[in-house]
């Protein structure tokens, strides 16, 4: 079970990534216009903090606090080094000796990722963009 969560960890980083790569830096500005919302920016912010914040968490045994590095998320550079840092990370982190805790920590990271997969899936139809082949393969946009 722990080998199938990290692969859909990776698989769901993989996935945001791949998006970013896709959109214009433009695009991380775009909000939902007429709705209330934040830009596009703002939940690839969210994104990074929560995979460093619940990644430190796993690492430490437990929760240590939300925390986020990227400073500049309208920057498509900054994002995409934000969220290959965190994919290595990711990769890096041996998830088969953890605690009963560490691995529902794990869960909430899967779920607030791919949470932000539907909100990014509103964001892009919204904003009449489009979306890579990844997305189109796995969500059928």
Same mark, same amino acid.
């Given at each position: 079970m722990r080998r199938i969560l990290k =692969?859909? +960890?990776l698989r769901s980083f993989e996935l945001t990534r791949a998006l970013v790569v896709h959109l214009d830096e433009a695009a991380l500005g775009l909000d939902l216009r007429g709705l209330p919302s934040n830009r596009i920016a703002g939940q690839l912010w969210c994104v990074v %903090? =929560? *995979?460093?914040?619940? +990644? *430190? =968490?796993?690492?430490? %045994?437990g929760w240590q606090g939300f925390a986020c590095s990227l400073t500049a998320p309208r920057e498509k550079s900054s994002v995409l080094s934000a969220l290959e840092a965190t994919q290595r990370q990711l990769a890096d982190l041996d998830l088969e000796d953890i605690s009963a805790a560490q691995l529902d920590l794990a869960f909430d990271l899967l779920e607030h990722e791919v949470q932000h997969h539907g909100q990014l899936i509103r964001f892009v139809y919204g904003n009449a963009l489009t979306f890579p082949e990844s997305w189109s393969q796995r969500y059928t946009v």
């Open positions: =692969a859909k +960890l %903090g =929560a *995979r460093e914040s619940y +990644l *430190r =968490a796993i690492e430490m %045994g």
